[in-house]
């Protein structure tokens, strides 16, 4: 079956009841901070400008985690150790 | 010829309370499904009598009790969705069977539309719990103490198709797909050898290479025979093997790859034999290793890694593409199967905005990082598991996503209004749409029936035993012509 995603007609939202919902969850893809991807074409190229931008780019990487560190660490769960301790499940399926 | 790969999935998830000293998981399932509310809010019943779990692929019956509620106890266990998905209460855990779909486009965003059914109905359950109690809730398959919950996926196959030829061509692939579809796990349990991390989160959990158990002794491929479609016709594989992702890339690699398998099983384009000397070591030993460089020993004699391995069926899938006309959605699985094991056989690393296992151990090594922890420290442990809260404040994964760090396949706007709206292009079409429309009259549903009870008449079952049909080309017209279930069943008479 050949399926044209291109000229799907545009959903319909029809209310949930939770239109709180959607803010949290509504990080539309525009609104989202872009990462450059790892291992990517520019590696930096070669010598010692080569060597700069890859400083450079080791940098920003160290500087994006650390800015990722702090965001995990404002949400992760405190009492790591009760907390994974406690969460305790019976088998299913 | 293949049949179209018609397909879904089914979710358990982990479920606690927090401080309520009496947390009892059942009931807490049965709280957080009756929470979620739909207008049709009817008191349907799933149709038990279409079901039988215990038959099995290989061709026989296996003695057992089949499990039938009372007829309150179904109704407080089973919400039938306006979207065609199944909410229910499995044992000691809440389960999202999604709506029937075509595509993996369209899989991706079902699924992600039952993770946020679960999240609505989280909230809503807190508002009756007690002071100071709060529910959560986490996609995983695992509490890390030898527990485990499945994450299964079904496709439909042609009955031509031999079990046995299934269970050959399957098996390697079953057991070296995980390197793009696992979902992480920080040590191992189940008596499985100690490790740091580990690729999936089920691997250790499997004990056996084929049978019809999924609770006790795993097996890798499952036997279950039942179709919920023409029996005669069609099978549907029950997959178990599989984790619990987040990641949409990852679903939809993880399903497109599978389904492309099967189409190439029914049409025999499977020509290399890849039989592994010993399944259930090799799908806990390529887990083990996230360098993706462990060879596994093949009955031919060969050593391979999972990765090469799934280059070969990679090479197979392109060469029987190659002589057909693919639809897009297909082309894309092609080129992200192709672009995800030329990185793992570089560095598995590149995919740490692609795949659920890279994604989380990146997290988890720039964590330990910054805080010079080690695998063993309880905070490493909680970030594995709060990767897989439904809390989009909470959960990490959520956390990634907002951050750009999560490579989307579908759109926000897409998922939300699937929790509403069902595929147009299978059965599930009509019983969403039944649903919207005749709601009340609606006495009972299964896969392949819904069953109506109108104007003191007898109860009138319509059958769906082909899930292509009761799409919106099919039934769009039938239910515009059809003011009352009434009319609906007398003009389906017709």
Redesign the interface.
């Known amino acids: 079956m050949e399926i044209d995603i291109t000229a799907r007609p545009a959903r319909r939202h029809v209310g949930t009841g939770d239109a709180s919902l959607r803010p949290i969850f509504g990080a539309a893809e525009s609104q989202q901070k872009k990462v450059p991807k790892r291992g990517g074409d520019d590696d930096g190229g070669k010598g010692e400008e080569g060597g700069q931008k890859l400083a450079k780019k080791g940098k920003e990487l160290k500087e994006e985690m650390d800015a990722l560190v702090d965001e995990i660490d404002e949400v992760l769960e405190e009492n790591a150790e009760e907390f994974v301790k406690n969460y305790v499940q019976r088998g299913g399926e | 010829m293949a049949i179209?790969k018609v397909m879904g999935t089914e979710l358990?998830y982990?479920?606690?309370v927090k401080g309520d000293p009496d947390f009892d998981?059942i009931s807490s399932c049965v709280l957080l499904v009756n929470a979620y509310?739909?207008d049709h809010a009817g008191e349907i019943l799933w149709d038990y009598d279409q079901e039988n779990p215990l038959a099995d692929a290989r061709g026989f019956q296996v003695d057992g009790e089949k499990y039938t509620p009372n007829q309150q106890e179904n109704i407080a266990r089973n919400k039938t969705l306006v979207n065609g998905a199944r909410y229910y209460v499995?044992?000691?855990?809440p389960e999202y069977s999604s709506p029937e779909v075509?595509?993996v486009?369209d899989l991706v965003i079902h699924e992600k539309a039952g993770e946020?059914v679960l999240?609505?109905s989280r909230?809503e359950a807190n508002a009756l719990l007690p002071d100071g109690a709060y529910m959560l809730l986490y996609k995983n398959n695992?509490?890390?103490?030898g527990?485990?919950?499945?994450s299964?996926e079904n496709y439909l196959m042609d009955r031509r198709t031999s079990f046995k030829q299934i269970v050959e061509h399957l098996m390697p692939f079953f057991v070296t797909r995980q390197v793009y579809a696992g979902a992480g796990k920080v040590g191992s349990e189940n008596r499985s050898h100690p490790c740091d991390y580990q690729i999936s989160q089920r691997a250790d959990f499997f004990e056996t290479e084929v049978a019809l158990d999924?609770?006790v002794k795993?097996p890798i491929i499952n036997t279950r025979d039942e179709p919920h479609a023409d029996r005669e016709k069609y099978r549907r594989l029950h997959v178990?093997v599989g984790d619990a992702n987040l990641s949409e890339y990852t679903i939809f690699l993880r399903n497109g790859a599978t389904a492309l398998v099967l189409s190439m099983i029914e049409d025999g384009a499977i020509t290399r034999n890849l039989s592994l000397r010993d399944p259930v070591r090799a799908i806990k030993d390529a887990s083990h290793d996230p360098s993706c460089t462990v060879e596994l020993q093949l009955e031919s004699g060969k050593r391979m890694t999972a990765v090469e391995i799934q280059k070969l069926y990679l090479e197979m899938a392109l060469q029987y593409s190659s002589t057909r006309?693919l639809?897009?959605?297909t082309k894309d699985v092609l080129r992200k199967w192709e672009h995800v094991l030329g990185?793992l056989e570089?560095?598995p690393?590149?995919l740490?905005?692609q795949i659920d296992w890279v994604m989380k151990r990146a997290?988890i090594e720039?964590?330990m990082?910054?805080?010079s922890l080690d695998w063993d420290?309880?905070?490493v442990?909680?970030?594995d598991?709060?990767y897989h809260d439904l809390r989009?404040?909470?959960g990490?994964y959520?956390?990634?996503?907002?951050?750009?760090?999560a490579e989307?396949i579908v759109?926000?706007?897409?998922?939300?209004?699937?929790?509403?709206?069902p595929p147009v292009?299978t059965r599930a079409y009509f019983r969403g749409m039944c649903l919207k429309k005749y709601g009340p009259a609606v006495f009972g549903v299964n896969w392949d029936s819904i069953s109506f009870s109108a104007d003191d008449e007898p109860i009138k079952r319509i059958l769906m035993a082909e899930p292509l049909k009761g799409s919106k080309v099919h039934v769009e017209e039938l239910l515009q012509s059809s003011r009352t279930a009434a009319e609906l069943v007398k003009n389906l008479r017709a």
């Open positions: 179209p358990e982990g479920i606690t998981p509310r739909e499995d044992h000691a855990h075509t595509n486009r946020r999240e609505i909230r695992s509490d890390r103490k527990n485990s919950y499945g299964h999924t609770m795993r178990i006309s639809d897009p959605i990185a570089r560095d690393m590149e740490e905005q997290m720039g964590f990082q910054r805080k420290s309880p905070q442990q909680m970030l598991l709060q989009p404040d909470k990490l959520y956390l990634l996503e907002r951050q750009g760090r989307r759109t926000d706007e897409e998922i939300q209004a699937a929790i509403v709206e292009d």
